[in-house]
């Protein structure tokens, strides 16, 4: 709601409502189909839209480097050995220690200062009946550094980075089925992506290549070298 995005909106009323236990398993009503296709539609949108928004994952980088950087200096040592310290290890704890250590990185998340913007950005469709290949943006930000240093540019470890989140769209978790009782009172089954209007994808990855402001003038040999046949993500195995 804060975001903004009206893609929230389901009918989960009329969902719950229209659900009821048949033969020892849950079932929906047709009346009820189109709701439940709203959802399956929300919920893909959501997470393209605001879960996994461009800046969130940019935020979501700084934190991890930010982790392993308090991680290189066995910042969590003191409260790992014992319950009690687990315990405290809080945001409060993180937040304080952003503003004691002055690290850039911990600076950056405390004052929500994002220095990164997106060079290009990918949506990668996974095609239904293939498995999806892990899309390991580490690996690729590696591989393109290796590639740039080639061309004679050896840019820095903070200069850019490729985010790759793959998107699992089934809210079903492991259940792909729903039963339905027809207004005949005959039940059937469908699979939960079977949609009425179309099947939609079960997976979906996104292949984003961010650039610190600092580097701006290397932007178009990033994404030259980013899109490159060879060094692109493969969707699929």
């Not at 503003?99 to 997106?118: C, V």
């Not at 899309?135 to 393109?144: A, C, I, N, P, V």
């Not at 792909?176 to 949609?195: K, Q």
Request: charged share 30%; proline share 3%; glycine share 6%.
């Amino acid at each position: 709601m804060f975001t903004g995005a009206g893609y929230g909106a389901v009918d989960w009323r009329r969902l719950i409502a229209l659900s009821y236990p048949c033969e020892n398993r849950l079932v929906l009503d047709s009346r009820a189909e189109d709701a439940l296709d709203s959802f399956l539609l929300a919920r893909l949108f959501m997470f393209t839209t605001v879960y996994y928004h461009r800046t969130v994952r940019a935020f979501y980088h700084i934190a991890r480097q930010y982790l392993r950087e308090l991680n290189a200096q066995d910042f969590f040592g003191k409260y790992i050995d014992s319950y009690a310290g687990y315990a405290r290890l809080d945001e409060d704890v993180l937040y304080s220690e952003m503003a004691d250590t002055r690290s850039e990185l911990g600076l950056m998340l405390l004052d929500r200062k994002n220095p990164y913007s997106t060079v290009e950005d990918k949506p990668l469709k996974i095609e239904h009946g293939l498995v999806a290949e892990y899309l390991d943006g580490e690996s690729m930000t590696r591989s393109l550094s290796q590639a740039m240093a080639a061309k004679g540019k050896s840019l820095p470890e903070d200069a850019f980075f490729i985010d790759t989140p793959m998107i699992a769209f089934n809210p079903m978790l492991q259940e792909r089925t729903v039963h339905f009782r027809d207004l005949s009172g005959d039940l059937r089954d469908r699979d939960v992506w079977e949609t009425r209007w179309g099947r939609l994808s079960e997976q979906m990855g996104v292949a984003r290549l961010y650039i610190h402001d600092n580097y701006t003038d290397d932007r178009q040999d990033l994404k030259d070298a980013f899109l490159k046949p060879g060094t692109r993500p493969r969707t699929f195995l």
